[in-house]
């Protein structure tokens, strides 16, 4: 499966942005469909995932009540939406496939085989 992550850009804090995360070469039905980010320095971190075969959502606890994950299964894209930002989310956005992630190792980059291009979200205080 390739991935396609779009939808970054400039954003003020408390604003909102729709990241989409466009699949092709496979049906993410049965994907589990993460996002990651990384800001200048720091190390890649987990956002939230979505798991294939049920759909379940897990969210990174600083971004829990602020970010929502979903699917579209006839769009075969994920989104990220996104609300009241903060400058402490400003980092370039991936997004991530894995067929095989368990529960215990979804917060763990390495699990996660396909990558998109990242895209870059910038928040300005």
């Known amino acids: 499966v390739q991935l396609q992550a779009s939808g970054g850009g400039l954003v003020q804090a408390g604003g909102s942005l729709r990241l989409s995360c466009a699949a092709s070469?496979?049906?993410?039905?049965?994907?589990?469909v993460g996002w990651f980010r990384q800001a200048p320095g720091k190390e890649r971190e987990f956002v939230a995932v979505?798991?294939?075969?049920?759909?379940?959502?897990h969210y990174a606890a600083r971004v829990e009540g602020r970010f929502t994950i979903s699917k579209d299964n006839a769009k075969n894209t994920v989104y990220l939406e996104m609300s009241s930002l903060k400058p402490e989310d400003t980092a370039v956005y991936f997004c991530?496939?894995?067929?095989?992630?368990?529960?215990?190792?979804?917060?763990?980059?390495?699990?996660?085989?396909?990558w998109g291009q990242g895209t870059q979200v910038t928040v300005s205080s």
């Open positions: 070469g496979a049906t993410l039905r049965t994907y589990s």
């Open positions: 991530a496939g894995s067929r095989t992630l368990i529960l215990s190792s979804i917060r763990d980059h390495r699990q996660y085989s396909y």
């Open positions: 979505i798991r294939g075969n049920g759909g379940s959502t």
